[in-house]
């Protein structure tokens, strides 16, 4: 196997043409899936020290976000606490500091993890993916991104080089929780992210993404359509319950029922919306 650092993205492109190689960054996926004999790889590139796939900076009412920068990092930008404190807050909460100083939100995005943390606040602030290939490049809503559990639309020889997260409107409550066997390094069993705005009792927009109960973590418009518009009350924490757990499609594994993961994600909602309430 060979192994390549690149300094600019001719570089970057020319190695992807290679049949069977991958793109290293902070490793924290790869190696795992290396050593479990998961994948082989003919080459590994680490895009580490490529400059266009680093740094956040704000753009008018998005925030750009390199796909090779540090989840550490990014929890710790003041761009990031002041624009979207969701994603701040939801890194906190993945893994261990190694991991996030090391991890990247664009290898996060790429493993497709249906329990994949990051991907939930990225659905709530309307992200598109930034794909560079020697074709050119593509924009790509987050949500059209994942294909199925470890798949993506990334097709040979592309790579991500951005994230583009749609800033909201200001006056919005945000709530993010996952459940899992443990605090530390947990693996979601069920995870649940919303933005809420309320004005006068009535729901005025809602945005909700789930993780762990679908083949990929799942942004819920057809429920927040439903909800838009409704008056807040017991009601309607009973009717949204009911919505989401005719809406996510879980499975049963080591970790957890799909019957219990529905009475988990049931219970969040209605915590999350209940917080609102009262």
Partial sequence: MRYQRVV???ELLESLAEPGATILCGGTDVMIKMRAGMMQPSA????????????I??????LIIGAATTESDIHKSPLVREHVPLLSTVLAKLGSVQIRNRGSLGGNLVNASPAADGAIPLLLFDTEIELVSAKGIRWIKLEDFFTGPGRTVLAHGEFVRSLRLAIPNAGYGSFYHKVGR???LTIAIASLG????IEEHVIREIRMAVGSVAPTARRLRAIENQLTGRLLNDATLDAARQLITDAISPISDVR?????????IGDLLVRALGASLH
């Fill in 8 to 10: 600019n993205e001719k």
């Fill in 44 to 55: 590994l590139i680490d895009v580490s020290q490529l400059d266009s796939m680093q740094g």
């Fill in 57 to 62: 900076r704000l753009d008018e009412s998005t």
């Fill in 182 to 184: 443990r605090n530390a």
């Fill in 194 to 197: 919303m933005l809420l705005w």
């Fill in 256 to 264: 957890a029922s799909a019957s219990y993961r529905k009475n988990v």
